[in-house]
């Protein structure tokens, strides 16, 4: 697990891309929660926390699933809840709006097809 450790922290450090911190803050806050380093845990989790109630992240699902457990075991089941509930419907969203775009698609070629077919019955 210290490997782990070492590894996010260097990840973390090493990245400008904003969604890219975030994930590896919440992989090392979750590494360090498991290897018994509470206290440094708690202040990178709260760092995450604060960033996924702002910003929009596209990772969204994963960091609740975390944030999920961790409040899980530290015995706060309504803010676990709220999490969970949260990846929940982050995650339905995001399969809706993959049907929806895949709908779109048929829609869009059936359109095509059928204006291609009116257009080769008028030409012939």
């Given at each position: 697990?210290?490997?782990a450790i070492k590894y996010y922290k260097d990840a973390y450090n090493s990245t400008t891309i904003p969604n890219?911190?975030?994930i590896q803050l919440y992989m090392l806050a979750i590494s360090e929660?498991?290897?018994n380093q509470i206290d440094t845990s708690k202040v990178h989790?709260?760092?995450v926390i604060k960033y996924y109630e702002k910003y929009f992240?596209?990772?969204r699902y994963?960091?609740?699933w975390v944030l999920y457990q961790y409040f899980q075991?530290?015995?706060n089941t309504i803010k676990a809840r709220e999490y969970l509930t949260d990846a929940y419907i982050t995650q339905m969203?995001?399969?809706v709006r993959s049907i929806l775009k895949v709908s779109r698609l048929r829609n869009y070629k059936m359109t095509e097809l059928i204006s291609q077919t009116k257009t080769l019955r008028v030409s012939e």
């Open positions: 697990m210290i490997n890219e911190k975030i929660y498991y290897n989790f709260n760092q992240i596209k990772d994963n960091i609740a075991s530290e015995g969203q995001t399969y």
